[in-house]
């Protein structure tokens, strides 16, 4: 087997995965079905250190590889093979490679880099080659930025290598906005953060004085919904990340506002109002304050997400009883229900190719995150635990983040990532506890 | 089997009480915590003997009533509860009140939010079919955010199904 085949395999694999995870798996082994279980055998590449070509590199050359690898890494699709393994090294970013060397220790892609430092400018190249074929995979690409921003030259090179093995967009160069959270359940302090990602670079948005929840990204990643209890009661906040200014948005005095996000144009908001015992779905044009209710009924009706070309908004009513999800038009209007199985459903998401909807369910004690096609049909559990809650979407619509709680005095909530098709389940290390992620687009 | 429930809901309220609302008066030397409030000298302002009080409201009247799973509708005992408090609020007029609604842990954070509403709601309209002006009485939901107890199970949940009467304004403010 060729390794131009093998990349392609896994590239096919991928986009099936996307579609039709369970079928896919189950044909390639015993019939069984474990959630979170790896299944794919991850693709060996290798990293060697990028070349620093100024005397100040040297250090960024290393660290910029290690990025590049753990981002390859966390996807579950790939497998690192160690410097330790390495016949050749590569001290020359235009040198022929020698794939041999590199086929010798089964080596199936190969990333090089070069690295150029001019006081805080930063300049990063990359390779990647097809070992087995014994070509390079697209050609050489080049990113400039400062140094302070190094992490994320490394994630647009694995972004790149990424792209060009699956076929599909990349998701590292992109932030995360969420709640970290410290304290007992009793008294859970909340704030404001954002972070890559990963989980490095954590910057806090907001202090701890007032209940935060449930941050959104807008569509460009400038601004951020919230909801604080700031005055007392529950109110919506838009907030610039850039300058960390925030406003207030209009509300009624006796109401609580909640569960706000923007929509694709990024200039409306849709969001909760509460007010004598009944809640329902508004939307808000942010610039002139004016509102118009979708929904009037006696139900709960809350958590409203925008398709991607915003002509519809999936939510969550329990109009027939219990928790479930509706789609209707984003002007409001008739409600169509989707989800039909045991259990209650909530916090739906749509996923930013439009295909998947994204929720939390709730049956018999136990919470999972799982996915459905926009009709309601193949729905699939991608988790399970004591409490799984409010999943966003990364940008490529691959790979899904949310909250674990876990139970008891001393419980406490954890992001997590997993894959879309229920593979690849990791905690996303946080400073502190971490509740309601929101993904980022892909950074510009 | 209503005797326990009160009981239950009564120490409930006095542990509460006692370590996060202190009351308008005497919350730094803690004269109004339960039978640590002196007798001797009678009726001690601000403290739980004293009827006009945020500790007796609190602590003889009863500040919460409690919720079955997924229920915002009253129970008796809540009623019996809300009929004190309303014949207590309609007595002691300077006080207004915001109603606060919670929910367990076994949901999501935005249904959470808009169920503790509907319940302190239900809170809120009984005790203005009581007499109580409507205009004194706000409500806000914490949906999951602040239970009062951290275990896991039925025992703590049902403590964390809730709608607490939390006292503002009265004779000093």
Redesign the interface.
Known sequence: MSVRFTLKCLAAAVAIFGFQAGGALAQQGPLRIEITEGVIEPLPFAVPSFQPESAEAGQMANDLARVVSDDLTGTGLFREIPASAFISTVSDFNAPVQYADWKAINAQALVTGAVNVQGNSLTVKFRLYDVFSGAELGSGLQFSGTTEGWRRMAHKVADAVYSRITGEGGYFDSRVVFVSETGPKDARKKRLAVMDYDGANVQYLTDSGSIVLAPRFSPTGDRVLYTSYETGFPRIYVLDVGSVQRRVLESADGTMSFAPRFSPSGQTVVFSISQGGNTDIYSMDIASGQSVRLTNTPAIETAPSYSPDGGRIVFESDRSGTQQLYIMPATGGEATRISFGEGRYGTPVWSPRGDLIAFTKQNKGRFHIGVMRTDGSEERLLTASFLDEGPTWAPNGRVLMFARETQGASGSSTLYSVDVSGRNLRPVRTPEGGSDPSWSPLQK | MKRITTSTILIATLAVSACTNPGRFGGEDGTYVGSAAPVNTGIVPGSANDPASTAYFQQAIGDRVLFEVDQ?NLTATGRATLDGQATWLLTNSDYQA?IEGHAD???????N???G??RA??AR?YLVSKGVPASRL?V???GK????????NEACYAKNRRAVTVLAGGLTS
Not at chain 2, 105 to 111: A, D, L, P, S, V
Not at chain 2, 145 to 151: K, L, Q, T
Request: charged share 35%.
């Open positions: 915002s915001v842990e076994q949901g999501t954070r935005e249904y939010l808009a169920l509403e509907r709601n239900a309209e706000r806000v939901s914490y955010e602040r239970p009062i107890e951290v275990c896991s």
